[in-house]
């Protein structure tokens, strides 16, 4: 009987460490997949300059200048308020939420942000993307700048 209670508690502690492996190699499998996918060009590490959406931005009172970078579902503005505007109101923000979705259907949210780091590196961006300028390593500095202006995005 004794034998058999030992069985039963490593049976059940395999049945633990069947579990872990059977997840673990679930993100594991998961993790191979996306590299493979990475490897055959099918990532969402692509950032997009939106043309349309900046254009519409500054067609608003108090926009001066935009940049608009969409990724996945997501659209980033770097926007130069007017010199009479001190910054940016809730309903300006909402104005450029609204323009932006209204050019790109897939867009869920906008984060909004006239800082100067931001528009200076995106502006740049833009400019490099548009001369055809390689932009490596441009997106593993974009994100880092996200997180960092935007810290409750995802």
Do not use: W
């Not at 579990?19 to 493979?36: E, L, S, Y």
């Not at 939106?50 to 926007?79: E, H, M, P, S």
């Not at 939420?97 to 200076?120: G, L, M």
């Amino acid at each position: 009987m004794m034998i058999a209670t030992g069985c039963t508690v490593n049976n059940a502690n395999d049945d633990q460490v069947r579990q872990q492996g059977t997840q673990q190699g679930t993100h594991i499998q998961q993790d191979r997949n996306q590299d493979q996918d990475q490897a055959n060009g099918n990532n969402d590490n692509r950032v997009q300059v939106a043309q349309q959406a900046a254009d519409k931005l500054t067609q608003l009172n108090g926009i001066r200048q935009a940049n608009v970078l969409v990724t996945r579902r997501n659209a980033y503005v770097a926007a130069g308020v007017d010199t009479n505007q001190t910054q940016l109101t809730p309903d300006l923000e909402n104005q450029i939420a609204q323009q932006v979705k209204s050019t790109d259907p897939n867009i869920q949210n906008v984060y909004v942000s006239t800082n100067p780091e931001f528009v200076d590196r995106v502006n740049t961006y833009v400019a490099d993307v548009g001369q055809g300028r390689p932009v490596a390593g441009f997106f593993e500095q974009f994100n880092d700048m996200v997180q960092r202006i935007f810290p409750n995005a995802r």
